[in-house]
């Protein structure tokens, strides 16, 4: 996994551009779901929507276990041990899995209560989240994908 890393990091740095757009990408996604979130919850609120209570819930589901579970794993980030450069640089330890990913997705599942349309562009967002989240060399390829496994159980999963 090691070669992988070093091989895609290198890859990105050779070329200027691509690592712009990347850091990019990494630095203000996140920023996009995050300012989605609270205009689909006054949607659903202000239409009177039964999936209001949800769609508050379900992300701080989410994101507690998370949060919790990082805690107690405290898998090592790509960088911690292995001989690569992040793009950009971010903490030690707490790797497993991916806050940026989990949030990032189950925001975007819950889009889908008030619009398809915005669900689908916050998916391509997610997406976005969650790719650069490897590519800048900050999680592992499992930190991410486990997060968005984590994110669709606590979209279709029943807390009633």
């Not at 497993?96 to 209560?113: D, E, K, N, T």
Request: hydrophobic share 50%.
């Amino acid at each position: 996994m090691e070669h992988f890393y070093q091989s895609m990091l290198t890859y990105i740095r050779r070329h200027p551009h691509l690592e712009k757009v990347i850091l990019f990408l990494t630095e203000y996604c996140p920023y996009i779901t995050f300012i989605i979130y609270p205009c689909i919850l006054f949607d659903l609120w202000y239409t009177h929507n039964p999936y209001l209570i949800d769609a508050i819930l379900r992300p701080c589901i989410a994101f507690i276990l998370v949060t919790i579970f990082r805690k107690v794993v405290n898998r090592p980030r790509p960088y911690d041990y292995m001989d690569i450069k992040p793009l950009k640089g971010h903490k030690h330890g707490e790797s497993f899995p991916s806050r940026h990913s989990v949030s990032a997705c189950i925001i975007a599942l819950i889009c889908f209560y008030a619009n398809v349309y915005v669900g689908i562009f916050a998916c391509i967002i997610a997406l976005i989240v969650s790719l650069t989240r490897i590519l800048s060399g900050v999680h592992h390829i499992s930190d991410v994908f486990v997060a968005i496994i984590i994110a669709i159980l606590c979209f279709i999963i029943d807390f009633h």
